[in-house]
Protein backbone atom coordinates (compact mmCIF):
# COMPACT_ATOMS: atom_id res chain seq x y z
CA UNK A 1 0.00 0.00 0.00
CA UNK A 2 1.32 3.82 -1.18
CA UNK A 3 0.34 7.13 1.06
CA UNK A 4 0.71 10.15 -0.20
CA UNK A 5 0.51 12.82 2.48
CA UNK A 6 0.48 16.43 1.61
CA UNK A 7 1.30 19.17 4.48
CA UNK A 8 1.63 22.83 4.48
CA UNK A 9 -1.01 24.66 3.54
CA UNK A 10 -3.18 27.25 5.77
CA UNK A 11 -4.46 30.46 5.01
CA UNK A 12 -2.06 33.47 3.89
CA UNK A 13 -2.29 37.40 2.91
CA UNK A 14 -1.75 37.86 -0.78
CA UNK A 15 1.75 38.46 -1.34
CA UNK A 16 3.16 35.87 1.12
CA UNK A 17 4.74 32.70 0.83
CA UNK A 18 3.62 29.24 1.94
CA UNK A 19 5.65 25.56 0.97
CA UNK A 20 3.46 22.37 0.69
CA UNK A 21 5.48 19.33 0.87
CA UNK A 22 4.14 15.68 0.31
CA UNK A 23 5.66 12.42 1.59
CA UNK A 24 5.38 9.02 -0.27
CA UNK A 25 5.77 6.03 2.02
CA UNK A 26 5.03 2.51 1.42
CA UNK A 27 6.31 -0.55 -0.29
CA UNK A 28 8.06 1.62 -3.62
CA UNK A 29 10.05 0.15 -6.00
CA UNK A 30 10.78 3.40 -8.07
CA UNK A 31 8.95 6.54 -8.20
CA UNK A 32 8.80 8.52 -11.82
CA UNK A 33 7.34 12.10 -12.60
CA UNK A 34 5.43 13.67 -9.26
CA UNK A 35 3.17 17.14 -9.59
CA UNK A 36 0.78 19.28 -7.67
CA UNK A 37 -2.40 20.26 -9.06
CA UNK A 38 -4.76 21.70 -7.69
CA UNK A 39 -8.99 22.63 -7.43
CA UNK A 40 -10.72 25.83 -6.90
CA UNK A 41 -14.37 25.15 -5.73
CA UNK A 42 -16.38 24.68 -8.87
CA UNK A 43 -13.53 24.16 -10.97
CA UNK A 44 -11.98 21.54 -12.59
CA UNK A 45 -8.79 20.23 -11.34
CA UNK A 46 -5.66 21.58 -13.15
CA UNK A 47 -1.68 20.55 -13.17
CA UNK A 48 0.13 23.36 -11.13
CA UNK A 49 3.76 22.13 -11.65
CA UNK A 50 5.31 18.88 -12.29
CA UNK A 51 9.04 17.56 -12.01
CA UNK A 52 10.61 14.05 -13.53
CA UNK A 53 12.98 11.39 -12.32
CA UNK A 54 15.95 13.77 -13.60
CA UNK A 55 14.58 17.16 -12.03
CA UNK A 56 13.31 19.09 -15.02
CA UNK A 57 10.01 20.69 -14.11
CA UNK A 58 7.17 22.30 -16.10
CA UNK A 59 4.52 24.49 -14.66
CA UNK A 60 0.94 26.26 -15.11
CA UNK A 61 1.40 29.76 -17.08
CA UNK A 62 -0.64 31.22 -14.39
CA UNK A 63 2.14 30.00 -11.69
CA UNK A 64 5.45 30.31 -13.64
CA UNK A 65 8.03 32.69 -11.35
CA UNK A 66 6.08 32.66 -8.69
CA UNK A 67 6.27 28.85 -7.81
CA UNK A 68 8.62 26.06 -7.34
CA UNK A 69 8.69 22.24 -7.54
CA UNK A 70 11.21 20.28 -6.25
CA UNK A 71 12.32 16.96 -4.71
CA UNK A 72 14.23 14.81 -3.21
CA UNK A 73 14.49 11.07 -4.41
CA UNK A 74 16.44 9.95 -1.42
CA UNK A 75 13.57 11.00 0.79
CA UNK A 76 10.83 10.02 -1.44
CA UNK A 77 9.07 13.76 -1.18
CA UNK A 78 8.29 16.57 -3.88
CA UNK A 79 7.70 20.58 -2.28
CA UNK A 80 5.84 23.26 -3.83
CA UNK A 81 7.35 26.69 -2.54
CA UNK A 82 4.68 29.46 -3.53
CA UNK A 83 5.47 33.17 -3.42
CA UNK A 84 3.26 35.88 -4.26
CA UNK A 85 0.12 34.47 -3.78
CA UNK A 86 -2.95 35.66 -5.05
CA UNK A 87 -6.55 35.15 -3.75
CA UNK A 88 -7.05 33.13 -7.00
CA UNK A 89 -4.29 30.47 -6.03
CA UNK A 90 -7.12 29.54 -3.51
CA UNK A 91 -7.94 26.20 -3.58
CA UNK A 92 -7.33 22.51 -2.35
CA UNK A 93 -3.72 20.80 -3.77
CA UNK A 94 -3.18 17.39 -4.06
CA UNK A 95 -0.21 15.66 -4.68
CA UNK A 96 0.62 13.18 -7.46
CA UNK A 97 2.64 10.69 -8.08
CA UNK A 98 3.66 8.28 -10.71
CA UNK A 99 5.10 4.43 -8.55
CA UNK A 100 5.89 1.46 -9.03
CA UNK A 101 4.82 -0.69 -5.83
CA UNK A 102 7.26 -3.69 -5.12
CA UNK A 103 4.79 -6.77 -6.96
CA UNK A 104 2.97 -4.82 -9.03
CA UNK A 105 2.54 -2.24 -12.11
CA UNK A 106 3.00 1.22 -12.41
CA UNK A 107 0.46 3.32 -11.16
CA UNK A 108 -0.90 6.58 -10.42
CA UNK A 109 -1.38 7.83 -6.68
CA UNK A 110 -2.83 10.83 -5.08
CA UNK A 111 -2.90 12.60 -1.60
CA UNK A 112 -5.63 13.77 0.14
CA UNK A 113 -5.10 17.09 -0.06
CA UNK A 114 -4.12 20.11 1.46
CA UNK A 115 -6.45 23.48 1.59
CA UNK A 116 -4.41 26.82 0.35
CA UNK A 117 -6.52 30.07 1.24
CA UNK A 118 -5.78 33.21 0.15
CA UNK A 119 -7.14 36.40 1.43
CA UNK A 120 -7.10 39.25 3.17
Known amino acids: QVQLVESGGGLVQPGGSLRLSCAVS????????MAWYRQAPGKQRELVAGVATGGSTNYADSVKGRFTISRDNAKNTVHLQMNSLKPEDTAVYYC??????????????WGQGTQVTVSS
Open 26 to 33: GRIFNIYA
Open 96 to 109: NAYIIVIGQPQNNY
